[in-house]
Nanobody, 122 residues
């Protein structure tokens, strides 16, 4: 059974930082691309960042480029999202997802975590 478990969310002031983690089990993690998505109340789920499984290549949405960094540690079956210079607009539930190929389209992903709440106060 595949499980993705996010952690690291919380409440932070604007300009602050958080690091999200997502631990995967039940799948060959080093063979899967990983993505981070977010969803705010009343809005659609949106792409944040993705990382490929080999010679990791990464991609970011324009909204977070230059502020967020996605990385992975295949030995720990973990993908990270370092979020700096946070803004109130970054407030959302953040989800990690796994897919065999990297994509910025959420319906492409096979597996999802339960999400972790990030709230940025102004």
């Amino acid at each position: 059974q595949v499980q993705l478990v996010e952690s690291g969310g919380g409440l932070v002031q604007a300009g602050g930082s958080l690091r999200l983690s997502c631990v995967a089990s039940g799948l060959p993690f080093s063979r899967y691309a990983m993505g981070w998505f977010r969803q705010a109340p009343g809005k659609e789920r949106e792409f944040v960042a993705a990382i490929s499984w080999n010679s990791p290549r990464s991609a970011y949405s324009d909204a977070v480029k230059g502020r967020f960094t996605i990385s992975r540690d295949n030995a720990k079956n973990t993908v990270y999202l370092q979020m700096n210079s946070l803004k109130p607009d970054d407030s959302a539930i953040y989800y990690c997802a796994a897919n065999q190929t990297p994509s910025n389209y959420y319906r492409s992903y096979d597996y999802w975590g339960q999400g972790t709440q990030v709230t940025v106060s102004s």
